[in-house]
Each structure stands twice: as structure tokens, then as C-alpha cells.
């Protein structure tokens, strides 16, 4: 470790401890989620299965609860429920990332653990550069820097060139990466490489112009390829897209298409852009395939530009969480994404049941941090009032999913929507601040942040007839 970054790891350390017990007092801290110890998280980085253990490094800013400064901070999991906190894995030491540790992503090579991530370099008239850098771990932990793999911007793009995406497959390294054209488009570009060290660009496997898709966005952020059942799976958040009714509703999305890829011409058949999650707060999310075959992927609870400096946490110095880990299924033209199910471990006690009658409101006494499976084949429309803060409603007769809560900025209600056909499940994951529901074993999904008051522990079920099943359980505060 070289002296400056020593000197950032200290720095950012006694960050930490200067406001530890003010961080701590906050009632808005979660209890099975990841959040940073103190300051901003954002991404989920080099999110591996690595020899037995899953690994996961986010962007994060310990200093402050804003976008300033980009480390990577490393936490590490045997089974999804229990996190282990490990030394900071990058700080912007080094000449070529000398304004932030971008994102980026984790690859097994000779038994050795390869970081691979974008170095961000600014001027003084803030002109940007973009390297594309290695980093290697022989434990998984001591992080050694390799310097840039890619040190030049491809012809007809700009700087915002950024967050690999490395996997090998058929013994060739291939990365894809978001990237921007001069003409401000938004593309997927896909690099390869025979020995690691030096990468050649195939050409954009996806973006605007391409694979008959039309304009769609100025910036395309953090890629994600790989292949489930035999389909070609390409994730991404583009930037720039207009909202559509429902659909699209927030600043920025994230989302996938479904294809097939050949990745030597390049070029990916693709349907239609889906999102992964419409609610409130989802973005930037990156996927892993462990021993089990299973591919789990792991969001970012929040959205760039989008009154984040509003949220009350931050008068607290800290900001943001992640996605519980979700594992992907692919039915027919769309993905699924369930809880994975080591979160069972988290229910403690007997589960709660009974049935409700919608039109008796009735209502039940929750814990901060619970989960509810409710059948509502029986109920047709409801609403389920949450804490006093935040409405999830169903319209049987059109299929119209709305979730609505107070807006940070001004605390007029505002809405999400979806549609979901024939309702028959909802399946909630609350904690402290945070709500993320699985509609129908995970057709749709919704997450958002949420702030009630912590006194406020009910939920209140409003309709006028028919009938639902509840189950929930209280979950582990536990760390």
C-alpha cells in the first residue's frame, strides 16, 4: 500500500469514528440491509462467489452523504444474511483515479481475485478521463493496484466511458462497459482479451441505432451480460428516457433485454426494454452466479439526481442502502426475481396468520423490520396502508399496481405504478426505512425508501370485499 493511500484509508477511518455514535442513534437504520458505516453508498461493485464466500464491494464516500468522493468499501457473506465488514478495498490513491474509484466488477483468474473498475481524472476546468484499471486480491481482502488495462478512449465516444462487466467464457476474457457517443447515445460496448492484459474492442453489442432500436438515452451505466436458460441477458441503466404512462417514472431506470448475442461480429437480438424494478428506488444493479448455479443480483436502493439530499438520514451523515439479494429466473419473455431464500433465516418466532376482511379495516401491529406474504386471489381491490406513510393499492379492474408515499423535497404524495394481471400474491420485505415487494413470485417488483415515524407500527388493510390470506413474521435486528 503506497503512502497516499494509506493516508486516504486513515482519513476516511476517522470519518467513520467522528460520527459513529451520531450515524448509530439514527432510527432509520436497517436491519438486514447494507448501508455504509458513515457518508454515501451507491453501487454494488465486484459482486463474486469467490472460493466459498460472496463478496461484495459498493461505491461509497465516507466522508460526506454525497457524491464528492468514490472509494470502495468490501463487506463478505457465507450465507446472504450475515455480513462481515473488511478494510477498504480502493481509494482514489493513483494518478488515474485520482477523482474516484468508479464502478466496476470481480473475476476469479488463477485462483487470484481480479478487481476491474473505472479510474475517473479530472482537470481544472473539470474535463473528464476515463481508465479502465486492475486491481488483485490473493485473499480476498489485502487489494493490490495493477494500474490501467485500458487507457484509451475508443473513436466517436466520449469520456463518460465507464463500470466494466468482466466474465470469461469459451477461454476468452470479454468485459462490456457503458459508454457514450460524441453524438450523445447511449451504447454497450464489448471488449475481449486472450491473456488479460491486453483488451481489443469488438465494437457495441447494444444502444441507440442498433439491433433496430431507436433513440433510447444519452448514457447507458453499468452493464451487465450473461446468459440464463440459454437466452442472452444484457442489464443496464440508461439515462435520457422520457416517461411513458406507467412506465419509466422515475429520472433515471434500470432494466434488461432479452436475446441472443454473438459476441465475436458483435451484435444482440434483443426484445423489448423491461425494467427490473418500478418503484421509488432501484438502480445500478449487478449480478453474480454462485456454486449453485443460482444468478443473484443486488441493487442500489436509491437514483442519481433524484432529492436524495432531502432524505432525513442525512442530517445524520449517512445515505442509501442496498437491495436485498435476489435471485433471477427466467420465464418466457421476462425475468423473475425472488428473495433468495437463505432470508428465511432471518424470521424469528412463530409466523403470524389469519384472515382478513378488506371492508372491516382491520389492522395489525408490525415491527419495523417484518415480512408479509399476503394471498389476495380472494380480496380483488385493496390498499394496504403502511405505517402512515406510504400506500400499496390494487385495481382489479384494470391491473393497476400503485405505490405512493410522501416526497422527500416537499412531502406532496407521490406515485409509482405498475401493472400486474390477476394479483394473486404480494410478498413485502420491510426494514427501518425500506419496503420492497415481489408481486406474484416476482413478476413485479417495488422498492422505495420510507421514512414514518418510528411510534407508527401498523399496517391497515382497506377494501370492500372479498378476503386475503396473511402471513408474517418479525425479523432479526441482529447485525
Known amino acids: 500500500m503506497t503512502e497516499k493511500e494509506q493516508q486516504l484509508h486513515q482519513k476516511a477511518y476517522q470519518a467513520v469514528h467522528e460520527k459513529r455514535k451520531l450515524v448509530e442513534s439514527d432510527p432509520y437504520r436497517q436491519a438486514f440491509h447494507l448501508m455504509p458505516p458513515s457518508g454515501l453508498l451507491n453501487d454494488p461493485n465486484g459482486w463474486i462467489h469467490w472460493q466459498g464466500t460472496y463478496h461484495l464491494f459498493f461505491q461509497w464516500n ?20 450475515h455480513w462481515r465488514e473488511h478494510p477498504i478495498a480502493l481509494a482514489p490513491s493513483e494518478w488515474y483515479e485520482k477523482d474516484g474509484c468508479y464502478s466496476g466488477s470481480a473475476v476469479e483468474k488463477d485462483g487470484l481475485l481480479h478487481l476491474v473498475y473505472t479510474g475517473n481524472v479530472k482537470d481544472e476546468n473539470n474535463n473528464r478521463e476515463s481508465y479502465q484499471c486492475l486491481a488483485v486480491s490473493r485473499d480476498g481482502v489485502r487489494v493490490e493496484k495493477k494500474g490501467p488495462l485500458v487507457d484509451t478512449l475508443p473513436e466517436g465516444y466520449t469520456a463518460h466511458f465507464r463500470d466494466p462487466k468482466v466474465w470469461q467464457e469459451n477461454g476468452r476474457w470479454y468485459f462490456v462497459i457503458g459508454a457514450q457517443t460524441e453524438d450523445l447515445t447511449g451504447r454497450v460496448l464489448l471488449y475481449q482479451s486472450d491473456d488479460f492484459e491486453n483488451w481489443e474492442l469488438t465494437g457495441p453489442l447494444a444502444g441507440s441505432g442498433i439491433n433496430g432500436l431507436g433513440s433510447f438515452g444519452y448514457m447507458w451505466e453499468c452493464p451487465d451480460y450473461f446468459e440464463l436458460d440459454g437466452t442472452g441477458v444484457l442489464i443496464f441503466s440508461p439515462q435520457g428516457l422520457e416517461t411513458r404512462g406507467a412506465h419509466w417514472q422515475n429520472v433515471y431506470q434500470a432494466g434488461y433485454f432479452l436475446g441472443a448475442a454473438d459476441l465475436n461480429a458483435p451484435s444482440f437480438s ?8 418500478e418503484g421509488f428506488e432501484f438502480y445500478a444493479p449487478q449480478t453474480t452466479l454462485d456454486e449453485n448455479g443460482r444468478r443473484i443480483l443486488i441493487g442500489w436502493m436509491g437514483v442519481p439526481d433524484s432529492d436524495e439530499a432531502y ?7 449517512w445515505i442509501h442502502c442496498l437491495t436485498i439479494p435476489r435471485e433471477l429466473k427466467r420465464e418466457g419473455d421476462y425475468l423473475r426475481q425472488v428473495p433468495v431464500k437463505e432470508l428465511e433465516a432471518l424470521r424469528t418466532g412463530e409466523a403470524l396468520e389469519m384472515k382478513a376482511d378488506p371492508s372491516r379495516t382491520p389492522e395489525v ?13 380472494e380480496a380483488e381491490s385493496f390498499q394496504l396502508e403502511l405505517r402512515d406513510e406510504a400506500v400499496f393499492s390494487y385495481s382489479a379492474s384494470d391491473g393497476l399496481v400503485t405505490l405512493s408515499r410522501p416526497a422527500f423535497k416537499d412531502g406532496k404524495t407521490e406515485e409509482r405504478h405498475c401493472y400486474v394481471e390477476n394479483l394473486e400474491e404480494v410478498h413485502l420485505y420491510m426494514d427501518h426505512s425500506s419496503l420492497e415487494f415481489f408481486l406474484n413470485d416476482g413478476e413485479k417488483v417495488m422498492s422505495a425508501r420510507f421514512f414514518p415515524k418510528p411510534e407508527n407500527n401498523v399496517i391497515r388493510i382497506r377494501g370492500d370485499k372479498g378476503s386475503m390470506h396473511w402471513t408474517s413474521w418479525e425479523l432479526s435486528e441482529e447485525e
Open 311 to 317: 432524505q432525513p438520514t442525512v442530517e445524520n451523515h
Open 365 to 377: 401491529a408490525v415491527t419495523p423490520a417484518s415480512e408479509l406474504k399476503i394471498n389476495v386471489r
Open 270 to 277: 434483443h426484445g423489448e426494454f423491461i425494467e427490473l424494478d
Open 62 to 81: 465516507p466522508f460526506q452523504p454525497d457524491h464528492t468522493d468514490k472509494f470502495w468499501g468490501h463487506v463478505s457473506s457465507e450465507d446472504l444474511v
